[in-house]
């Protein structure tokens, strides 16, 4: 069964340090991994996804199929990154089913 | 003014009710799903549905049923089964299979049993 891990519940980091959320994964097929946002009084949204291989609000993820692994990271926190975020799996050989980890919240300091 | 419509945005009932939770979709999407939301525990899932009139069971399927009669549209029915019905759903779709995988979310409904 597919699994996605987040160990941190809460992160705090300090305007201007780099950030990272951790996320991993568990699937014996091949994963597609996205990166999910939700800012406050805001939907939920994508942030990024590892097939694009982009840089979005300044945030990367590599996967590492080796760790099986998809870490999000940013060299420079800023306030407005404070959100929740969701690592989230596609399970691309079991017709779409999308699952999530439980979530990070990322408060930056001041 | 296209996006994923859910209501009731909040909804109480009594505990033995029967509740039915509307999602609809205007942006021609084939796949919808259904999550729970809970503090703590991050989104689970519920049910999936990849085409009209048909679904598959997510990881909490218990207590809950779904139809998708039609393309646009697909509602959730928590039943007096569920045993911890009180928590916040989300309702989301993304394009055909295959696809890019974007979900894109509505804004919720928050059901509380009393």
Redesign the interface.
């Known amino acids: 069964a597919q699994r996605v891990t987040?160990p941190e519940?809460l992160l705090s980091v300090f305007k201007g340090a780099p950030v990272e959320l951790k996320c991993n994964y568990s699937y014996s097929g091949s994963p597609?991994l996205?990166w999910?946002v939700q800012y406050s009084r805001q939907?939920?949204?994508?942030l990024l996804?590892h097939i694009s291989r982009e840089s979005i609000k300044g945030f990367t993820a590599d996967l590492n199929k080796g760790e099986t692994s998809f870490h999000l990271k940013k060299p420079f926190a800023q306030e407005e990154d404070s959100a929740m975020y969701?690592c989230?799996l596609?399970a691309m050989n079991r017709?779409?089913?999308?699952?999530?980890?439980?979530?990070t919240r990322l408060h930056i300091l001041p | 003014d296209g996006g994923i419509t859910q209501s009731p945005k909040y909804l109480f009932r009594k505990e033995g009710q029967n509740v039915t939770l509307s999602c609809e979709q205007n942006l021609n999407h084939d796949?919808m799903?259904w999550?729970r939301q809970d503090p703590?525990?991050?989104?689970?899932?519920i049910y999936?549905s990849?085409i009209v009139n048909d679904f598959?069971k997510?990881?909490i399927a218990e207590g809950y049923s779904v139809s998708r009669e039609k393309k646009e549209s697909f509602p959730l029915t928590v039943t007096s089964a569920q045993k911890n019905p009180t928590a916040f759903y989300?309702c989301?779709s993304?394009t055909k299979?295959?696809g890019?995988?974007?979900?894109f979310?509505?804004?919720g409904s928050r059901l509380t049993v009393l």
């Open positions: 987040q519940k597609e996205f999910y939907r939920l949204q994508l996804r969701y989230a596609r017709d779409d089913k999308i699952i999530f980890g439980k979530g | 796949a799903y999550y703590g525990q991050g989104l689970r899932l999936y990849q598959q997510g990881d989300l989301a993304s299979i295959g890019t995988g974007e979900l979310f509505g804004e």
